[in-house]
Structure formats: C-alpha cells, structure tokens
T-cell receptor, first 112, second 117 residues
Framework: DAKTTQPPSMDCAEGRAANLPCNHSTISGNEYVYWYRQIHSQGPQYIIHGLKNNETNEMASLIITEDRKSSTLILPHATLRDTAVYYC?????????????FGKGTRLHILP | DTAVSQTPKYLVTQMGNDKSIKCEQN?????MYWYKQDSKKFLKIMFS???????INETVPNRFSPKSPDKAHLNLHINSLELGDSAVYFCASSQELGLGAKYYGYTFGSGTRLTVV
C-alpha cells in the first residue's frame, strides 16, 4: 500500500505556481520522498526526490518539512502541459529489492 | 532516440490467446520492471529484473511470465488471456548508483494498451 496521502485533485491558473501537498507521517529515517507525474496516455515521469533538505531542479522544487511528515512539490510557473496526475512516493533510496508503489496521486488541472 | 521502447503500442486479442509484449532500454540500466495500470488508473508493479535476475515477483497469475534475455530487454508473455488482463502495461528501467552519482529515477516506456475481447 502507498504510504502517502494526497488530495485527489487540484486546479491552478496557468502561469501561477502550483503547490502540491503530500502527507507521509509514517516515513522512516532512511526513506526518501519521490515525485513522479503521468501525463495523459504517457508513462510516468520522474520529477524530483529528496531526503530532508529542500531540492530544486529544472522541473520543480521540493520542500520537505523539518519533521519530514509532509512535503510540497512546487511547479513555479505552471503551463497547460503540466496538467497530469502527480504521485508522491516514499521509498528507501536505490535499494534494488524495493520498488515504487504508486498511490492515487493528485490530478492537477492547469486552467488557461 | 527512445530510451525505453515497448512494442506493440496497441494489442487487441481474443480470450484464451497467448501474446507477448517486448521492452528494450538503451540507457544501460541494470534493472527493468513491468507495471500494470488498470481501468481505474492504479499503477501496480508486477516484476523486476536486475541483470537478468528476477528480483521482484508480485502476486501475479502464473499465466504471466517475464523473460530477460539480456539486461537491455525484458519481455512479458501472457498465456490464456482473460478479460481482466485488459490494461495498459508499462515497462520501466532504473540504475543503481554509486555514491555521489546523480539519480534520474525510473524511466518508463509509453505503454502497451492490451484489450482482450
């Protein structure tokens, strides 16, 4: 079972920052937070991951609370192409016996 | 060049038939996976292989048999297809990293939509 809780859907205006929350209150000390997204009719796409520090890459920023029980994915300037289902996942980093377990995710609608 | 490619993209077949889906990755990754996405859009892992060795085998009917001839290929063969097998099947690959290496996550293919009629 997925170890995260996300809102089922969110709307965001094009050009604004999209902030997607995720709760992972049972996260273990050696588990990372990962974000993937799935655009309609495509395979999931890796976005970003982190352990406890905030992370930023060319796609997004990841803010993890100090107690690590929740995090927020930030798409700084959302475009229509960011409409997708976003999955927040926790797992032990790069353990070949571990696997990504997808929950229901958040369906993000970017509004023109 | 496509990093993870699956064939065919669409597959329509009758109940009881046997079919295969092929997956190839040109990323040099060590590990490959099969995921199933059903009509309710839940993504569930089925298998993973690391360097041709079966690592993860979830509770999947034994009608499903993965085969990895080399670490760049992971095929999925399905015997005696049933209506409930209709879904989108995704192949993915990933790489175990050494210390300090940048991680790019799982790379997924574009999926194979299987319809059993």
């Amino acid at each position: 079972d997925a170890k995260t809780t996300q809102p089922p859907s969110m709307d965001c205006a094009e050009g604004r920052a999209a902030n997607l929350p995720c709760n992972h209150s049972t996260i273990s000390g050696n588990e990372y937070v990962y974000w993937y997204r799935q655009i309609h009719s495509q395979g999931p796409q890796y976005i970003i991951h982190g352990l406890k520090n905030n992370e930023t890459n060319e796609m997004a920023s990841l803010i993890i609370t100090e107690d690590r029980k929740s995090s927020t994915l930030i798409l700084p300037h959302a475009t229509l192409r960011d409409t997708a289902v976003y999955y927040c996942i926790v797992r032990v980093d790069m353990n070949r016996d571990d696997k990504i377990i997808f929950g229901k995710g958040t369906r993000l609608h970017i509004l023109p | 060049d496509t990093a993870v490619s699956q064939t065919p993209k669409y597959l329509v077949t009758q109940m009881g038939n046997d079919k295969s889906i092929k997956c190839e990755q040109n990323l040099g990754h060590d590990t490959m996976y099969w995921y199933k996405q059903d009509s309710k859009k839940f993504l569930k892992i089925m298998f993973s292989y690391n360097n041709k060795e079966l690592i993860i085998n979830e509770t999947v009917p034994n009608r499903f048999s993965p085969k990895s001839p080399d670490k760049a290929h992971l095929n999925l063969h399905i015997n005696s297809l049933e209506l409930g097998d209709s879904a989108v099947y995704f192949c993915a690959s990933s790489q175990e990293l050494g210390l300090g290496a940048k991680y790019y996550g799982y790379t997924f293919g574009s999926g194979t939509r299987l319809t059993v009629v």
